[in-house]
């Protein structure tokens, strides 16, 4: 930019210079030819005589016009005032009633019948009832009030040109006038030359500045003077080849996602309510809503920058798929579909028409089968799946925000079905998503108003039958639909963000509880579960030893439920979190074993003291082979590391008598007990009670 500016700085000088000469040279022809003291001496007469003369006639148009005005006659004011302003010493006249709202007007005037005149001079004379006259250039401006049977009613504002009504006295001024006359026709038209001559680069400087304020900036100025101006113009080329450049740049970020080449959000928002905008009457179009299954846990695994081009490997395969069924189905001329990413692991298809709505289900099943493939990424097969919500316009919608948003939860329906299908968008799915916002509203109350609670169900020893522990549960005491259980509101907990908070409000209590019990000569462990949003925070170590600290309870008696999906996302960090709790005397234990994803390198370094067997293995053991191999192969590992063992769902005697000849540790379920509040709880642990009697 500085150089530029100094360019600027040394055209302007030279500007300077050349129209000082120039203008010089003029005045002084002028000046000689035109002024005199007889010119001086006449002027001042001159111009009195034709104030006086403005302001008369002016009063006199006043005088003639004021019945009209008060009667608001327009046809007659119109026809008075056309012809008085035909007059050589009139260039324009209109009339206004007392409020300034002009009645007739001809001529060069500023003002039409119908508009408020805002001049000064016509408020000063109806505010001074008094006529009031100015010059301005070559004009005399005269408004004068008009009086009808001794009343004010308006105005009239006269414009008389000076040269109309101040004619030069005596031969003298003839004579100057003349010999000026004679001089400007010699010397204009060689100042016309020069000047056009002089301003021809400075023109297209001008136009070329003209064309880059309209965003057209693919220009390029041949000036060829030798001169500043020639520096300027190479300057505003070299400044429009970069701000063009940048204008793309600005573009394509835009309107373009940057790890995949795709349209982004912005573009495929405006491409939509462009389509649906312009979709003639009865055309029906689709929009689909992509999303990847088991992404995140391959982004994971991988790291972002393999994420990253993984992405770019599906939007590779969602092009080719639409491409494919363009080719198939476009007919001639027809629009083409866009391929979009909103961001993360969301995508969308744009069909800007089709023929009935089973065309887009079989772009969806054709996506889904393209992305079922495996990729390739740094030398491993990542295999992934997709699901894809259907939304349809105008049926489901006509703009953009509506049709993505019914496409969004179209394809929610089609993730908790299992994921690899696609939903058409109902109108029901919208109601489910009214309830599930009603739900998260309604549990942020219940936290901020302790409408929760907690309940324990008891572990049973298999050696002797005994109360080993217990397993504290969320319970939500809603107002009215009464106490609901953790499956009614923990996932809209986890999606809203509240799971954290409440994790943290049950493991206080859960120890408040125990040391309650503890008090009472019931001292037994309670195990708490902890979500991956809780047990991700930097502050989870701290926040256990702070929920110890107030209650008293000591760290051997609690035990703390990851799940194993938590647990294996980031080995390393598990064990530098739980490493201090466990050193205090803390025991973890891996919930729902069985049914993640579990690293054995790894698992055999985790400080975890229990396997808890996931109850949907429990549940199958006695009739299903698979479930019962799994359930000794987890028993055979946890003697191997000699770890404790809980069993989950445990229903029935047979499940009690096969685990117990398995050699699992704990058992918990039905048999048992159900989860029940801290009283009955108390009750049923008391000494000498026995938690279950099993026969055999």
């Known amino acids: 930019m500085a150089p530029i500016r100094h360019a600027i700085s040394r055209v302007m000088r030279s500007l300077v210079i050349k129209f000082t000469l120039l203008c ?11 002024m005199s003291v007889e010119f001086h001496l006449k002027r001042a007469e001159n111009t009195e005589t034709g104030l006086a003369h403005a302001q008369i006639i002016t009063e006199l148009f006043a005088t003639t016009l004021a019945p009209a005005i008060a009667n608001n006659d327009g046809g007659f004011l119109v026809a008075r005032v056309g012809q008085f302003a035909e007059r050589p010493d009139v260039s324009g006249l209109y009339a206004v009633n007392v409020s ?19 001049d000064a001079l016509i408020q000063s004379a109806l505010g001074a009832v008094d006529t009031r006259v100015e010059t301005i250039g070559q004009n005399i401006h005269v408004a004068a009030p008009a009086f009808h049977d001794g009343r ?17 006295a005596g031969e003298i001024l003839r004579r100057q006038l003349l010999i000026a006359m004679t001089a400007l026709l010699v010397f204009l038209p060689l100042v016309a030359l020069v000047v056009r001559r002089a301003l021809s680069p400075m023109r297209k400087l001008i136009e070329a500045a003209r064309a880059a304020s309209s965003r057209n900036l693919d220009i390029r100025i041949d000036i060829r003077t030798g001169d500043e101006l020639e520096l300027l113009a190479n300057a505003f080329n070299r400044m429009f080849a970069r701000l063009e450049a940048s204008v793309k740049r600005v573009h394509r970020l835009a309107y373009v996602d940057m790890i995949t080449e795709l349209p982004n959000r912005e573009r495929f928002r405006k491409e939509v309510e462009r389509v649906t905008r312009e979709a003639s009457e009865g055309q029906e179009g689709a929009v689909l809503f992509l999303d990847l299954d088991r992404f995140k846990r391959v982004n994971d695994s991988l790291g972002i920058g393999e994420g990253d081009r993984l992405l770019d490997a599906v939007a590779r395969r969602l092009r080719e798929a639409a491409r494919g069924w363009d080719l198939a189905h476009g007919e001639g001329g027809a629009e083409p579909s866009m391929v979009a990413r909103l961001g993360g692991d969301e995508f969308t298809v744009l069909l800007p028409k089709v023929r009935d709505s089973a065309d887009a289900a079989r772009l969806a099943r054709r996506i889904i089968d393209s ?13 992934l799946g997709l ?12 703009d953009p925000e509506t049709l993505l948003r019914h496409a969004d939860l179209a394809m929610a329906a089609a993730k908790r079905s299992g994921g690899n299908a696609y939903e058409y968008f109902e109108a029901s799915m919208n109601r489910s998503a009214f309830e599930r916002l009603v739900l998260e509203n309604e549990l942020r109350e219940a936290v901020r108003d302790d409408q929760l609670v907690v309940f324990y169900q008891p572990k049973i020893s298999f050696k002797d039958g005994s109360i080993a522990g217990s397993e504290a549960l969320v319970r939500w005491r809603h107002p009215t639909a009464g106490m ?33 019990l503890r008090a009472s000569g019931i ?5 708490v579960n902890v979500s991956a949003m809780q047990f991700e925070s930097e502050d989870f170590a701290r926040g256990v030893i702070r929920a110890l600290e107030e209650s008293g309870l000591p760290p051997t008696l609690l035990e703390l439920e990851l799940t194993e999906s938590t647990a294996m996302r980031d080995p390393e960090r598990v064990i530098s979190q739980i490493a201090p709790l466990r050193k205090m005397g803390v025991t973890f234990a891996i919930d729902d074993f069985g049914t993640g994803h579990s690293s054995l390198s790894y698992l055999t370094r985790m400080p975890f003291d229990v396997f808890k067997i996931d109850q949907s293995f429990v549940r199958n053991m006695i009739d299903d082979e698979h479930a019962r191999i799994v359930v000794e192969t987890i028993l055979a590992m946890a003697r191997s590391l000699k770890l404790k063992t809980v069993a989950e769902g445990v229903e029935t005697a047979e499940q009690y008598a096969a685990l117990r000849d398995l050699g699992a540790t704990l058992a918990q379920g039905y048999l048992f007990a159900r989860p029940m509040p801290l009283d009955e709880f108390e009750r049923f642990a008391a000494p000498g009670a026995r938690a279950a009697r099993i026969a055999g």
């Open 24 to 34: 010089g040279l003029i005045l002084i022809l002028a000046t000689a030819a035109l």
């Open 100 to 118: 300034r709202t002009v009645l007739a007007a001809q001529g060069d005037v500023p003002v039409a019948p119908g508009m408020r005149d805002a």
């Open 152 to 168: 004010l009613v308006g105005a009239v504002v006269a414009r008389v040109p000076i040269y109309a009504v101040a004619r030069p």
């Open 371 to 383: 992305v079922r493939r495996p990729f390739e990424i740094s030398g491993h097969q990542v295999f």
């Open 387 to 398: 699901s894809a919500g259907i939304a349809l316009f105008p049926r489901d919608g006509d």
């Open 484 to 516: 609901l259980a953790p499956g009614a509101f923990i996932q809209a907990a986890e999606e809203c963000g509240l799971i954290g908070e409440i994790g943290d409000w049950v493991l206080r209590r859960a120890c408040r509880d125990a040391e309650v």
């Open 523 to 527: 001292s037994m462990p309670v195990a």
